[in-house]
């Protein structure tokens, strides 16, 4: 287990609302200062990923979470940048398949989880099976499900306790998970919308029903307290990251990506005489060619 101490992570078992978590930086952020300080932390991340791949046998999930506008793209590109993506994968999941409507709602994502010396990028997630269905309940009649509790908060927390050992089960054989919720303000989020309808170039952003699921923003938050309350562990934490502004989000989530895998302390996989040994014949057969 590798998890770092941070103001942002929440701690196990902590009774807190939502509504007191920040979503803005605790200070003027200096743009300049922390593009330099995010340009050095993704090339200790690139070093660092480069001997967890030819370490082969750790991984590390990244998982994103957000409402709508909130920028988990853009900080997936811009914390990944430079890193070799012969050892990096980014899954986005969207709705359910009916292949995957046929399985448990793990089945999707257990699927797409990193191999050894990977590290895995989970774009929304299994959580969604706690967020949006949670906002949208009729989502469930699509899951077939053998029997529907009465009282669905029953559903939820079996949910929960299933992810809860799902992500334990993952850190015991040697993936970390580290959980990201790019905590946005409505009036933020507004701003965006609108400025994805004022610039040609980024009308493609935009989607009526992102307008529709804001209608449905307090619930939003009820559901993303309730998940990160139950699910943010000792093994695999939660951190709520201000998102208003996306420079100290992006760089502080590479921060914390670089100092994870720092205490992860991958090593390039050691050479043995008898393989020195072969080394030295094949520098001689090599040299006398």
């Known amino acids: 287990m590798h998890v770092i101490e941070h103001p942002y992570r929440i701690l196990p078992d902590t009774d807190f609302s939502v509504a007191d978590l920040a979503t803005t930086p605790p200070f003027t952020v200096d743009r300049k200062v922390f593009e330099k300080q995010l340009k050095s932390d993704r090339k200790q991340i690139?070093?660092?990923?480069?001997?967890?791949?030819?370490?082969?046998?750790?991984?590390l999930l990244l998982v994103f979470q957000a409402m709508d506008a909130a920028g988990k793209d853009s900080t997936i590109r811009a914390v990944t940048k430079g890193i070799n993506p012969a050892g990096c994968r980014v899954h986005s999941f969207k709705k359910p398949s009916s292949l995957e409507l046929d399985h448990d709602f793990l089945w999707r994502t257990n699927n797409a989880l990193p191999e050894r010396?990977?590290?895995?990028i989970?774009?929304?997630?299994?959580?969604?099976?706690?967020?949006?269905?949670?906002?949208?309940?009729?989502?469930?009649?699509?899951?077939?499900?053998?029997?529907?509790?009465?009282?669905?908060?029953?559903l939820w927390d079996e949910r929960f306790?299933?992810?809860?050992?799902?992500?334990?089960?993952?850190?015991?054989?040697?993936?970390?998970?580290?959980?990201?919720?790019?905590?946005?303000?409505?009036?933020?989020?507004?701003?965006?919308?609108?400025?994805?309808?004022?610039?040609p170039e980024?009308?493609?952003?935009?989607?009526?029903s992102d307008v529709k699921e804001r209608g449905h923003w307090d619930e939003y938050m009820h559901a993303y307290e309730q998940v990160i309350r139950k699910t943010s562990t000792d093994v695999a934490p939660?951190?709520?990251?201000?998102?208003?502004?996306?420079m100290y989000m992006r760089q502080t989530i590479a921060d914390i990506?670089?100092?994870?895998?720092?205490?992860?302390?991958?090593?390039?996989?050691?050479?043995?005489?008898?393989?020195?040994?072969?080394?030295?014949?094949?520098?001689?057969?090599?040299?006398?060619d």
């Open 46 to 59: 690139a070093k660092l990923q480069h001997r967890l791949y030819a370490e082969d046998r750790r991984a």
């Open 117 to 120: 010396g990977h590290i895995g």
């Open 122 to 154: 989970f774009n929304r997630s299994y959580y969604e099976e706690t967020l949006v269905v949670r906002v949208h309940p009729k989502i469930l009649q699509y899951q077939r499900l053998p029997a529907l509790p009465e009282n669905l908060d029953t």
């Open 161 to 199: 306790t299933a992810i809860n050992a799902m992500e334990k089960h993952l850190v015991n054989n040697g993936t970390q998970v580290l959980k990201f919720w790019l905590n946005v303000s409505k009036e933020e989020q507004k701003q965006r919308f609108l400025s994805r309808l004022d610039e």
């Open 202 to 208: 980024k009308h493609w952003k935009f989607s009526s």
């Open 238 to 246: 939660w951190f709520a990251i201000p998102a208003d502004n996306k």
């Open 257 to 288: 990506v670089m100092k994870t895998l720092q205490n992860m302390n991958p090593q390039f996989p050691e050479v043995h005489d008898k393989e020195k040994a072969m080394f030295d014949e094949m520098r001689v057969a090599l040299n006398s």
